[in-house]
């Protein structure tokens, strides 16, 4: 009879980055935006006998204690959180604890890890099976891998026991991996292929389900690459199902990942706002037209993008943006260009980062072809650092990004691209209640921004004017306040390390 092990599952720090909101949480008392799904997915692939817990050192520290209970330990982790996985490695060597790892860290940079002792790389639905089979039979190896796709409509609710929620800002589910556009610096289409797999409608409302009966009655993060990379399916199964599910719930909003071309679909963006869709990430990059073509973006090549960003606001969505600088085709104007078309579109949440080429994608093997690859990618892209040779002298690209974080998130400008926004957006009925957290963001961002912050001024201004003309937004001004709080933060410590 197999002897159970005891499992503890670690997800590593994130650094203080754009995405981390580490500033903003703190207004509402949450430690980090949302609990590790890859990890509760894997928790719920492994042996039902075996006692399982999750560190997730965002919201908790790893103890000596932890490491003592453990048999074994699995780390998943994206590139950003390489520092702390290292940390984390070193201290489970020291404790004697065996160590499994996977996630897109690892599966790109697996070798540059000796101290793991298994490797259960790709998607763990295909991997992680043989991994414990052979530890059953205990002959396990280094490296587990696969170089097929996982069926979606197999994979388990994830193990949602296993989080304090409320720590959390937001839950997560999954409903598709894959994405059927080929930018050349993205590598989801290397990790997921460009074919869009997809779970049952039935399994997602089976996942929300078990949330609200927890007692969740907030946001929810559809962590989709792309979540309208099927949009038949959409329309014609989850979406229906989606909206159904939303007529007896209160509370509950949710935010995902799309591409720009949701802005030629009205009847797709309706029926996401009416399921309770709220905000949408899209990947813009650029306005520069040779920079898209040169990187392949093509959904986003010969179209009115600040128009588009307005149809969707119109429709109930408020957008963020990535943006990108230091294309080879990127003129020398590209930083006021960028600069003005956010602050034109009221994409307020608008993160610009230094190109990047991921382990795996086009760019990366191009790149190696002509020698101007400068190691593996930070997996933070707006900390001015870039793991390629520019064309653009460096001094140049690094003088005109320092340029660019200082005009986007200096109180000034932030506040009138705030005002863009609240002018625009056209909000749905709102379903979301004002919990006692959001209460106590109201009155923290009052006291910090209202009163001692520097922005006060601005911060007024902006909230009077919603008070007056859009009341119904003054949730929405009082976040976008915070999240400027946040954005200021980070932006200041990059263009301190840029110096």
Known sequence: MEVPMHTLLIYPEFPDTFWSFKHALKFARKR?????????????????????????LNVAPLTDADLAWADMVFIGAMNVQRQSAHQIIERC???????????????????????????????????????L???AAGCAGPIYRSDQFADLTATPVPRWELVERRRYAAMSVQFSRGCPWQCDFCNVTALFGRKTRTKLATQIIAELDSLYAAGWRSSIFFVDDNFIGNKQLLKNELLPRLIDWQRDKKGITFYTEVSIDLADDAELTAMMVEAGFSQVFIGIETPNEASLGESCKRQNQQRDLVADVKRLQHAGLQVQGGFIVGFDSDPLSIFQKQIDFIQNSGIVTAMVGLLQAPHGTRLYERLKREGRLLGEMSGD????????????????????????????????????????????????????GLDFDYKIAFFQSIYRLGILGRERVHFWKVLLWTALHRPRLIPAAITLAIYGYHFRKVSELDRQELK
Request: proline residues 10%; aromatic residues 10%.
């Open 32 to 56: 980090a935006s949302s609990p590790p799904l890859g990890l509760l997915t894997v928790a719920a692939l492994l042996p039902a006998e075996w006692p399982v817990r999750l560190i997730d």
């Open 93 to 131: 060597r020291a404790a004697g604890v065996r160590i499994v790892a996977g996630g897109p860290l690892f599966t790109g940079e697996h070798g540059q890890f000796p101290q793991v002792d298994h490797f259960v790389l790709n998607e763990a639905e295909l991997s992680l099976p043989p991994f």
């Open 381 to 432: 892209n707006a900390n001015g650092l870039t793991n390629i040779v520019t064309r653009m002298n460096l001094e140049t690209l690094l003088e005109g990004y320092r340029f660019l974080l200082e005009r986007l998130y200096s109180p000034g400008p932030y506040y009138r691209r705030v005002m863009t926004f609240l002018r625009e957006y056209r909000p749905p009925k709102i379903r979301a």
């Open 133 to 135: 089979t052979d530890l």
